[in-house]
C-alpha cells in the first residue's frame, strides 16, 4: 500500500457529523439498522456497497435529505456545515453560467433577493476555491463546455466554496475515465489535509481512493461493517456480510473483490473493468 | 409594389405615433418581463410548456371575450389553471411535455368554441391569436402594468435560488433551496408573463417573447449578468421595433416582431458560431490547443 495520511484525522476533535443507533428501512425492507458512524474532522470514510444496499439513501440521510427510521443524525453546524458533490452528470452544453458563476452557487445561490452586498469578497472566495481544485485556467469559459473531469472539479469548488466542514460526495468518479479518477480522489485527500474537511465518500470502486481512504464503511444484506480497509475489506468479512463465499485478492496495491452467486457483490466486474 | 406598401407604410407617422404612446409602453414592458423570464424557460427547457399555457390563455381570453368580461383576466386565469396543471402532472420532463401535448389542442379548441360563439368585432377575435393592431386602451394598460410589476418582483426575489434550482437540483435541495416550491412558484409566474403577451403578439407567437430573446443571448453569452441584460435588450428592441414598423399598415404588430427576433436570434447564432470556432473554450496559456466543439463538451 502506497502511503496513507493518517495523520489527517484529528482524531482528539469531536466528531462533525454522527448518527446514532441509525437504522433506515422501506416497509419491511431494512437497509441498515444500529448503525453507529462519526466522522471527524479531516477523516476520509469511503461508503461501499452492491447496489441496492442503502450507499445513496445513507448520503441522503446524512445530508438531511432523508429521515431515519430509527435512531439520532447529529450535524455540528447544522447544513450550512455540508458540501455536496453529486454523481457526475454532465451540466447542460447551453448552461448560462461560466464556471466561476457555477462555483458561486455554492457561496450565495440559495439566498433570495438579488446580491446587493459583498460582491468582491465572493469574488475572492470563488476565485480561492477555483485555485484550490487547480481550475483557475477555465474559470471564465461556459461551464457547459468544460471537460467531465473539469466539470466534476468545478463542481468540488462549489461545494468547497462555501468553506463546509465535512463534504459528502456520491459517486463522484463515476463515469470518468481513471486519470480523472485520480486527480478528483487526490484532490478530495488535499482538502481533508490542508483544511481538516472530513469527507464521506460513497464509491462502489475502492481502488481509486485505497491510498487515501481511512475508514471503510461496508453495506451489503442488510448489514454493515466499519474498520480500516484492512479490517473490512478480508474475504472472511464480505463472506459474512453477503452470506456467500466472497474472495477478496490484493494484486499490486489493488483490491479484486471476487463473489460467488447472484447475492455477491455484483460491482467486483466494475472493479475489475479494464481502463 | 402595393404588397410593400401594404407591409410598410409610413405616412403621417407623428400623427400615428402619438396614438401609440400606450402600446409603445406596454411592449417596453412586456420587453423586459419577456426578456427576463425567457432566461428561465431556456434555463429550465421550458419553451413547450410556453405554447401549451399560451393556448389556454387563448381559451381563457376568448371566453372572457364571449362573456363580456376582461379579457385581459380572462387570459390570465386560463394561463394559471394551464400553469398549474402542467405545474402539477409535469414534474418530469417527460410526463410534462405529454400533459402539454394533451392540454395543448384542448385549450385551442376551447377557444375556437368561444370564438365561433361570439358575434362582435371580428379583429378582436383575430387579434388573440395573431396579436392586435396597434390600440391598447387604458383599462387594459393597467391590467398589464400591473402583473408586470408582479411578475418582475417575484423574479427579482427568486432570481438567484431559481437559478440553482434549474441548473442543479439536487445540490440547490441539499444547500436548503425549496426546489418543488419555486418550480410551482416559477409556473405561475410564467402563466402570468404569458397571459400579458397573448394580449400584445396572440397566443400563436408568445414563444418570439418568452423564449427566443434568451435563446439568442445564451448564444453570444454565458455571464450571468449580461444574460437577462441582452435579454431584455433583445425583447424590448424586438417589441418597439415592430410596433414602430407596424405602425402605417393594417397589418398586426406580430409578424414584424416575430422577424425582428428571428432576425437577432440568427445574428446571435453566427456571432457565437464564429466565437465558437476560434475557441470560446481556449483555456489562456493553451492557446494551441484546438476549440471543443459545442456538441462534445
Partial sequence: MAVRSLNAVRTDADPVISLRDAALAYGDRVLWSGLDLDVRPGELLAVLGPNGSGKTSLLRVLLGMHPLTTGTRRLDGGNAAIGYVPQQRAIDAHAPMRARDFVRLGIDGHRWGPPLFGGRAVRARVDAALADVHATAYADIPVGLLS??????????????????????DEPLLSLDPHHQRAISALMD??????????????????????????????????????????????????????????????????????????GPAHCADEEAPA | ???????????????????????????????????????????????????????????????????????????????????????????????????????????????????????????????????????????????????????????????????????????????????????????????????????????????????????????????????????????????????LLALGSAIPISPYVTTLSFLIYLACRGIGAVRLRRGWSRRPGLAAAPARAYSTP
Wanted: aromatic fraction near 6%.
Fill in chain 1, 190 to 263: 488535499d482538502v481533508r489535509n490542508r483544511r481538516g474537511t472530513a469527507v464521506v465518500f460513497v464509491t462502489h470502486e475502492i481502488n481509486p481512493v485505497i491510498d487515501y481512504v481511512d475508514r471503510v464503511l461496508y453495506l451489503a444484506g442488510g448489514r454493515f461493517r466499519a474498520g480500516a480497509v484492512d479490517e473490512v475489506m478480508r474475504s472472511e468479512v464480505l463472506t459474512e456480510l453477503y452470506g456467500s463465499p466472497v474472495e477478496v485478492v490484493r494484486a499490486g496495491g489493488r483490491l479484486v473483490v471476487v463473489g460467488g452467486g447472484e447475492a
Fill in chain 1, 148 to 169: 467531465g473531469g473539469e466539470q466534476q472539479r468545478v463542481r468540488v469548488a462549489q461545494a468547497l466554496a462555501a468553506d463546509p466542514r465535512v463534504l459528502l460526495c
Fill in chain 2, 1 to 243: 409594389m402595393s404588397v410593400l406598401h401594404e407591409i410598410f407604410n409610413f405616412s403621417d407617422y407623428g400623427a400615428l405615433l402619438v396614438l401609440v404612446r400606450n402600446s409603445l409602453i406596454a411592449g417596453a414592458a412586456l420587453g423586459v418581463v419577456g426578456g427576463l423570464i425567457s432566461v428561465f424557460v431556456m434555463a429550465r427547457d421550458l419553451p413547450f410548456a410556453v405554447h401549451g399555457i399560451s393556448e389556454l390563455s387563448f381559451a381563457g381570453a376568448s371566453a372572457a371575450l364571449l362573456l363580456g368580461v376582461n379579457v385581459v383576466a380572462g387570459s390570465i386565469v386560463g394561463s394559471l389553471i394551464a400553469a398549474t396543471v402542467i405545474g402539477v402532472l409535469g414534474v418530469r420532463a417527460r410526463d410534462r411535455n405529454s400533459v402539454i401535448g394533451v392540454l395543448m389542442p384542448f385549450g385551442l379548441g376551447l377557444g375556437v368554441l368561444f370564438l365561433s360563439l361570439y358575434h362582435g368585432r371580428a379583429a378582436n377575435k383575430f387579434g388573440l391569436l395573431t396579436g392586435q393592431i396597434v390600440a391598447v386602451d387604458t383599462p387594459q394598460m393597467s391590467w398589464l402594468i400591473g402583473t408586470s410589476v408582479v411578475v418582475l418582483v417575484a423574479l427579482a426575489v427568486m432570481w438567484r435560488p431559481l437559478m440553482f434550482a434549474s441548473l442543479d437540483p439536487d445540490v440547490a435541495a441539499a444547500r436548503g433551496v425549496p426546489v418543488r416550491a419555486l418550480s410551482a412558484v416559477f409556473m405561475i409566474v410564467l402563466g402570468l408573463a404569458v397571459a400579458l403577451s397573448v394580449q400584445i403578439v396572440g397566443a400563436l407567437l408568445v414563444l418570439a417573447l418568452v423564449c427566443v430573446p434568451a435563446a439568442a443571448a445564451m448564444r453570444v453569452t454565458a455571464s450571468p449578468r449580461l444574460l437577462p441584460l441582452l435579454s431584455v435588450l433583445f425583447a424590448v428592441a424586438s417589441m418597439l421595433g415592430g410596433t
